[in-house]
């Protein structure tokens, strides 16, 4: 899994996105909307990462995504 799938169909990641992260509010969604970068500031200011932990954390949850893809388009495509 990569970024450029998860910024692709957006709409259908953000609820996974807000299940990893439940700080982030849906008006951070809504202003992220599927940019890598701005997910990266929104984690630096919302849990007071720092940037390359951020990055850590988003390629840590890409990786669980990837492996579990057939759950996930499960999980996606029924909510």
Same mark, same amino acid.
């Given at each position: %899994? $990569? @970024? &450029?799938?998860?910024? *692709?169909?957006?709409? +259908?990641?953000?609820? %996974?996105? !807000?299940? $990893? @992260?439940?700080?982030?509010? /849906? /008006?951070?969604? +809504? !202003?992220? =909307?599927?940019?890598?970068? !701005?997910?990266?500031? !929104?984690? &630096? #200011? ?5 940037? +390359?932990? #951020? &990055? =850590?954390?988003?390629?840590? @949850?890409?990786? *669980?995504?990837? &492996? ?12």
């Amino acid at each position: %899994m $990569n @970024w &450029e799938q998860v910024e *692709g169909k957006w709409k +259908e990641f953000k609820g %996974m996105v !807000r299940e $990893n @992260w439940g700080k982030l509010t /849906d /008006d951070d969604l +809504e !202003r992220i =909307a599927g940019k890598k970068d !701005r997910l990266i500031g !929104r984690l &630096e #200011a919302t849990y007071g990462l720092k940037k +390359e932990n #951020a &990055e =850590a954390d988003i390629d840590r @949850w890409l990786s *669980g995504v990837g &492996e579990s893809q057939g759950t996930v388009h499960h999980h996606v495509t029924h909510h």
